[in-house]
Every structure is written in C-alpha cells, then in structure tokens.
C-alpha cells in the first residue's frame, strides 16, 4: 500500500537531496600516483641530475571524475637519471651483480601543489614544445572522451609549475575541442576529428614555428550522428599562439577511411600511420603522406609490398630517408626506406618486416651517430620491452616482465647510456630500465632496475584497499 503524501513528501525530499548531494562531490583524480598510465615525455633541466618525468594518466574505467598529467621530478623521488652519475641506491646496474628492481611508490609530489593538472579522461599521445610561449614550455595531450579535447598545458622552465593554457589547474575546462559541429558556411558538421590520438610537432621553427598535428582514431560523419559520408582527418594548429585554436576548414585535411595513429612531421610532409581500415575499398592505411603546405594526401601503397592488418606507433630518422613502423596482425615492425621524402610522390620500399612480440604500440627511435639506429618498441600483450638494432636488422632482445600491458616508453639518453621510462596500462607503474645502447663490437644490454608509484591492485582484485575512491 503507498504511502500517505505527508509521509512520502519527506521521504521524496531526502531521496532527491541525497542525489543532488553525490553530484556536488567533485572526484578529481589523485595526484600522488598514476591511474592507467599512457603516454609519457621526459625532460631534463641544465643542471638536473635526474629529470622530469611527465605521466599521463587515462582514468580508463571512469573511477575519479577526469585524468590527470604529473610532472615527478626524479630527484625527489631518489631515482637518478641515466648517465648515471650518481646510478640507483643498488649495485649491479648495467652489469655486476644482479639486483631485484628498487620499488618507489611515494613519487615525491610537492605539497604545495603545481606538479600536477587534470585533464579529460582516456589520454592519449603527448609531447613537449621546447619553445612554447612567453618563455614558458608546453606540453600537449590528446584526450578521448567527452569534448574529444586537445589540452595544452604550460609549464616553467625548470619543468614543473604546471598551468592549464590559459590558466588553471583543469584543463578540461580550457580544452581545445575536436570533434563538436565545426562546420564551415553551409557545411553538414563536418570537418570534426573524433577521439585525438596522435601528436606530432615540426622542428623547422624558421619555416613555419609551432606547426601542431594531431590524428584522431574514430571516422567523421556527416550529418553528425547520422553514420554517413564517414571521413578521417589530420588537424594542424599554430602551438605557439597565446589561445591557440583551429580554424575551419582549412586546419583539417582529409587521409580518407582508416583513421589515423602517430606522426611525423617532415620538410615537406607529414607521415601518418593509420589503422582501422574502414572499407575493402579504401586506399592503404598503413602510411598517409599529406602536403604540409597543398594540405593533399598521397597514398604510398605500402600495404602492396607487406600486408598487415593496421599500424601503430611510427618512428622517422631526422634525414627522413628511413621510417620505422609497427604493424598490427601480424605483429611486426617494418622497415621502409625512402627516396625523395620532399618530393610530392616520395618513393618508400619495404626492406624487412620484423616478427615482434605480441601486442606491439608505441615506438622510439634512437639515432646513434655513425652507427645504426637502435629503436624500443611497448608490446601490450606480451608484458615486454622489444629492442631492434637496425644495425643487425634484428631484435637485440626483448626485455620481459615489464608489467602488465606495456603502452608508452620514454628515453632519458646520455651518450651511450640510456634510461627507458616505460608505463604499464593495467599496472599503473612506470617501469625504468637502464640499457648500454652498443657500438660496433659492442652489443645493446638492458634491464629493469625500477619501478615508479603503486601498483593498481584494484585491477586485479576488485575489492583492494588501492583503489581509493572507487564507491
């Protein structure tokens, strides 16, 4: 039987008053630990020993109210860089005796805040612009949920004191959106460029500074919604603007069906490795190569000389004459040389497809000079670190026990010594490994002496004290 309305009114009231009241309490996420760690950049400041380590959390199953971007300055947390002037409180790095990996879970936030900012959920590729503005750096991130946002965040010299371009510790609030009806006059919503993924930023400041372009990974349609006429762009800004924005039309250029993945940008052109082929009859997605001053799209066909299904990750030398790329299905990481990069209709030639461990994402080529190039490669699935030297054409090793699904590595190098920061997805730490890069009688060695924060015990069991906040 229901109630009287006098008895029910309250009731009514306390029900409504208590929902209203769990959707004024702001969840941020926490900003003394990772949560779904993805892409990283390192920095080292003159006259740092260690550096500074950004981290891109993804916030993946939606716990804390945003992601978030952490600036860990090394030296706090008593970590020191490669080089190793100082080396890791423990013997045996780079040879010796073997030595278990130094656990650090206080990442030596500073209390008064500035090292961290938060940003929209489900982050993807990041990078820093040395030059940014005002004599102020600034770091650039891709974010994939609501508002499809580009997020810039401005950050001292030293590499810490992070703020939200303009201003602020959210940058969700200032985000640059991709994918809302940026129509022209007359236009059916598109161009748009739903969930961004990808960064790339020129080196040639005295030809065209602070040229920003950024993929995205799901197909414009047009109407919006509708499912139709669907299409994939490459979006291009000026970073170095005070507000930067993008412009329509022509800050979108179309690469046809199959969208995009990671770039490079060139004299010339751009280099975009694409996956997720949308139509037996849509051109090769594997490589895009778009005008940077015609904004048109030659399609190189490479996926005629090795068939793979999709790519990730691309790595490109600084001559442009070799582009490194991880393919998908089968797991690969193929070689292709290239004539005339500048040219219109530059030539590439696969020269050898790689077998790599299962999973394979992210890429980071290392230009050793008068030597071969050495490149590191996350591989998801297999929980490993590959290490291909373009020397041998070979994989040097492959570095195991990395963590739990491998997703983005960053390189402190110093000579011929290096440090691979590498985030672990479904881990939430970061793990270090310090390697010798090799010379020609000398070969490449690596191995895992650290790992960096607290591990998400709540992906493995739901109920574990880590997962702070979760109800």
């Known amino acids: ?43 080292l400041p003159p006259g740092a020993a260690s550096g500074i380590l950004y981290v891109a959390s993804a916030n993946y199953d939606r716990r ?112 640059i959106s991709l994918a809302v009806e940026q129509e022209p006059q007359g236009g059916q919503g598109q161009p748009a460029a739903p969930q961004p993924y990808g960064l790339a930023l020129s080196s040639d400041d005295s030809i065209v500074p602070g040229d920003l372009w950024v993929t995205h990974i799901r197909p414009a349609d047009s109407p919006p919604t509708s499912g139709l006429d669907l299409d994939n762009y490459v979006v291009h800004l000026d970073a170095r603007a005070a507000l930067p924005t993008v412009t329509v039309p022509t800050s979108f250029v179309s690469v046809g069906l199959g969208s995009g993945n990671s770039l490079f940008v060139g004299q010339s052109n751009v280099w975009v490795s694409g996956r997720a082929q949308l139509s037996i009859t849509a051109l090769d997605v594997l490589m895009r190569v778009v005008d940077r001053y015609t904004d048109t799209t030659f399609f190189p066909q490479i996926g005629l000389q090795y068939a793979a299904t999709e790519a990730r990750g691309l790595a490109m030398r600084a001559d442009e004459s070799r582009i490194y790329l991880v393919g998908n299905e089968p797991d690969t990481l193929i070689v292709v040389d290239v004539e005339q990069p500048s040219s219109e209709f530059p030539t590439l030639t696969v020269v050898r497809a790689v077998a790599l461990p299962a999973g394979p994402n992210a890429i980071r080529l290392i230009e050793r000079p008068g030597i071969a190039d050495v490149l590191v490669i996350t591989c998801q699935t297999d929980g490993s670190l590959a290490i291909y ?15 739990i699904a491998p997703y983005d590595v960053a390189v402190d190098q110093r000579g011929n010594l290096a440090r691979f920061f590498v985030s672990n997805f479904d881990d939430g730490r970061v793990a270090v490994i310090d390697a010798t890069l090799g010379e020609p009688a000398q070969p490449v060695s690596a191995r895992i002496v650290a790992t960096l924060g ?3 015990g709540c992906i493995l069991v739901t109920n574990d004290a880590t997962c702070v906040g979760s109800q």
């Open 64 to 175: 804390y109210d945003q992601g978030n971007l952490l600036a860990v300055n090394l030296d706090r947390v008593n970590a020191p860089g490669s080089g190793l002037p100082v080396g890791l409180p423990v013997p045996g790095i780079l040879g010796g005796d073997e030595t278990l990996a130094v656990q650090f879970t206080d990442l030596g936030m500073n209390p008064d805040g500035g090292d961290a900012v938060q940003i929209q959920s489900f982050a993807g590729e990041m990078l820093r612009d040395p030059e940014g503005y005002g004599g102020r750096p600034r770091l650039w991130v891709a974010t994939r949920a609501e508002g499809d946002l580009l997020e810039g965040i401005s950050t001292d010299p030293s590499g810490e004191g992070l703020v939200c371009i303009p201003a602020g510790n959210n940058c969700v609030f200032s985000g």
């Open 454 to 456: 607290q591990q998400q």
């Open 389 to 403: 030297d373009d020397g041998t054409g070979e994989l040097a090793l492959v570095v195991e026990g990395v963590g």
């Open 1 to 43: 039987m229901r109630a009287p309305l006098k008895h029910r009114a309250p009731l009514l009231f306390c029900v409504l008053s208590l929902a209203c009241a769990q959707q004024a309490i702001p969840n941020p996420s926490p900003e003394d630990r990772f949560y779904f760690p993805t892409s990283l950049n390192f920095f």
